[in-house]
Nanobody, 115 residues
Framework: QVQLVESGGGLVQAGGSLRLSCAASGIIFFSHNTMGWYRQAPGKERELVALITSGGSTNYADSVKGRFTISRDNAKNTVYLQMNSLKPEDTAVYYC????????WGQGTQVTVSS
């Protein structure tokens, strides 16, 4: 059974930092899969924040380029999102997703950035 568990969210002031983690289980070839971080703000659709491929290539939404960094530890079946210079508009529930199991989502982790 594939499971994704996000953690690391919280309340932070604008300009602050957070590091999110996503632990995956039940995925046989985790290292072969693209992993992504998504977010959903109240009243808005879920949007892609960052992707990392099996080879370590990354891609970011324009709104987070230069501030967020996605990384992965295949030995731990975990993907991370380092978020720096946070802005109030980054407030959302953050989710991770595995490219081989796109229909599987975790419970998400709330990030709230105060101005």
């Amino acid at each position: 059974q594939v499971q994704l568990v996000e953690s690391g969210g919280g309340l932070v002031q604008a300009g602050g930092s957070l590091r999110l983690s996503c632990a995956a289980s039940g995925i046989i070839f985790f290292s072969h899969n693209t992993m992504g971080w998504y977010r959903q703000a109240p009243g808005k659709e879920r949007e892609l924040v960052a992707l990392i491929t099996s080879g370590g290539s990354t891609n970011y939404a324009d709104s987070v380029k230069g501030r967020f960094t996605i990384s992965r530890d295949n030995a731990k079946n975990t993907v991370y999102l380092q978020m720096n210079s946070l802005k109030p508009e980054d407030t959302a529930v953050y989710y991770c997703n595995n490219g081989a199991h796109p229909a599987i989502w975790g419970q998400g982790t709330q990030v709230t950035v105060s101005s």
